[in-house]
């Protein structure tokens, strides 16, 4: 009786240990199935050149000029040759450098009036029709209107604010 409570406790032990290594076969084999992946990638990205410039040309002053004017440029290059590789808006806001209010003035280009005491916007294209870039100007003209026949001078201040223009 005792080599069968053996034979029965060994069988009972094969049997656990069988169950046993099953289980641990069932574990590990889903914890080899889970991996991590690791991708490295790398990219590189060059940002366009914002290039926007403005050159302040003040009118010569004469007996003969009853308003004063300047001319205005703004360019998409800069003096050492670079010129902007992206497209870019720009506006221009006049302020009084001391304190007094502005005279009336107007906005020329190319002898006709785009704008009236208000800033000044624009777009100034990357390239040509072709393509290639170029370096590209406007040029604008600001008459100052005097009312009076008083000759006074007042100073100025322009601001050129540039963006990318958005596609």
Known sequence: MEKKQENK????????????????????????????TNKNATATADVAKAICTMVVEP?????????????VKVRNYDNDGNIAETDMNYKIEVEPKEDFELPAYYWEKDGTIV???TDLTGTIPLSDE?????????????????????NITRRVEFKLTATQKQP
């Open 9 to 36: 406790n060994k069988k009972l032990i094969i049997i656990g240990l069988l169950v046993t290594l099953l289980v641990l076969i069932i574990i590990t084999g889903i914890a080899f199935a889970r991996y991590v």
């Open 59 to 71: 009118s010569e002053e004469s007996i003969e000029t009853v308003n004063p004017y300047c001319i």
């Open 115 to 117: 704008a009236h005491s």
């Open 130 to 150: 072709f393509g290639k870039s170029v370096e590209e100007e406007d040029a604008f003209k600001i008459v100052f209107v005097n009312p009076g026949t008083e």
